[in-house]
């Protein structure tokens, strides 16, 4: 069957377009936009009047968590969340149980995402073997099964040496190397940023500078080996300066932040000290931070804008704030918290937001067909209303561990089709 969008105000950064037109797709692809393409009435036809009609969106941080830890989310349910916050791509991230640090782990993520997955799953393979900073995978043969990057995530690599060769062997397969900067001597024990927030409530802290430290050695390291290098979920005013001036520099380098860091500061801990929805890694930083990942987002410091979707079941996070782990679910708040705080608060155009949540990752990672509404390429689309409001209530992960229900966000995702098939609709359309 056929599907014509029309009606829509088509966006798409790739091409600058940001007009009213007509998408026709077949067999999975984009075969025609124009002004206004007419169909047969036994073919589907999607009215998206008033409606955005962007590129489907790319998560670049998403734990799926399968294998080894199926009670907080799966394949199956972490792609259906993601199409319902208009997600047609996840990067799955490599900190399974087992890791995803050899052939067969990647086969085993990528025939799941094909049996079970509604969307787009691209796995993201570990630099060492178990993730534990000492021996570097088989990055060749990461490649040759399907990775689109490799990362430790949330296991920095101490040893510079290895971080270096990390970046050197994954140019010569033309990788890139996603860094999750912290210092763990620095940040051992903390469960909160270390500050004032953290001495008022008696919490052990996690200084900025463990950050800092790493992105600046980071960067230093992809100077000498002209790596490509991507660091995740950056959390400081201090990191974001690094990158703005490395970037000017003509290094290779990217990064992303998370909505969560730029809507909420540590004084929401201090407001809700036991609400454990509020503990991630990094940990929400200060009101001047969260300033300056605006401002980078709005100069183009910032390239993309990531979930770092973490579930956690509601036992492991209904504990004490020090017991429980770090993480909050993301996927389907990603769109609406963009559109509501950098859209209708921060006046960032929408292309821009649709640059840092599609086209930039594409990019970036070198995703074929994909970022773009281009003729030919995947229909991998995401229609949403930009001024529906709408209340956080229930997910449709397996976790609900988000510091945003019961908030008043703008930004409702009307339909989410990948590779030409519906894989969402809203209820109320």
């Not at 390429?377 to 397996?398: H, M, N």
Request: with cysteine; aromatic share 6%; proline share 5%.
């Amino acid at each position: 069957m056929k599907i014509l969008i029309k009606n829509g105000i088509v966006l798409d950064p790739e091409q600058d377009i940001e007009k009213k037109l007509d998408i026709l797709i077949e067999n999975g692809k984009i075969t025609k936009i124009a002004e206004k393409i007419n169909l047969k009435p036994n073919n589907l036809i999607i009215n998206a009047k008033s409606y955005i009609v962007s590129p489907g969106l790319i998560d670049i941080h998403t734990h799926l968590r399968e294998p080894g830890n199926e009670e907080e989310e799966t394949i199956a349910s972490g792609t259906i969340a993601a199409a319902a916050g208009g997600i047609t791509s996840v990067f799955c991230m490599p900190n399974t149980q087992p890791p995803i640090d050899d052939q067969t782990s990647v086969e085993f993520v990528m025939l799941k995402a094909k049996s079970e997955g509604v969307v787009n799953v691209f796995p993201v393979g570990a630099i060492t073997k178990n993730r534990q900073g000492e021996e570097l995978t088989e990055i060749g043969e990461l490649k040759k099964a399907g990775v689109v990057a490799i990362s430790d995530d949330g296991e920095p690599i101490s040893n510079s040496k290895i971080m270096r060769r990390a970046l050197e062997y994954a140019r010569m397969f033309d990788l890139t190397v996603i860094s999750h900067c912290e210092d763990k001597l620095l940040t051992k024990g903390g469960v909160i940023n270390e500050g004032r927030v953290s001495t008022l409530l008696g919490l052990r802290g996690m200084p900025k500078e463990a950050e800092e430290i790493m992105v600046m050695r980071d960067i230093i390291l992809a100077s000498l080996t002209l790596g490509k290098l991507h660091i995740t979920h950056v959390s400081t005013k201090n990191s974001i300066n690094f990158i703005r001036h490395a970037k000017q520099n003509g290094l290779q380098i990217t990064c992303d932040v998370t909505p969560h860091h730029f809507t909420l500061s540590e004084d929401e801990i201090e407001k809700q000290p036991y609400n454990t929805n509020l503990k991630m890694n990094p940990p929400l930083r200060t009101h001047e931070d969260v300033k300056a990942l605006i401002e980078a987002i709005k100069d183009d410091t910032v390239d993309c804008i990531a979930s770092d979707h973490a579930p956690h079941t509601v036992e492991e996070k209904n504990k004490e704030f020090d017991l429980a782990p770090f993480g909050i679910i993301g996927l389907e708040t990603l769109l609406p918290l963009s559109i509501t705080y950098l859209y209708h608060k921060e006046k960032l155009p929408l292309k821009n937001i649709i640059k840092k949540l599609a086209t930039n990752p594409a990019r970036i990672f070198k995703l074929k067909d994909k970022g773009s509404l281009k003729i030919g390429y995947d229909a991998d689309i995401t229609i949403f209303d930009p001024y529906k409001e709408f209340v956080v209530k229930s997910f449709s992960s397996k976790s609900s561990n988000s510091p945003f229900i019961g908030w008043k966000l703008k930004g409702k995702v009307k339909y989410t089709i990948c590779k030409g098939n519906i894989v969402f609709k809203d209820k109320n359309n």
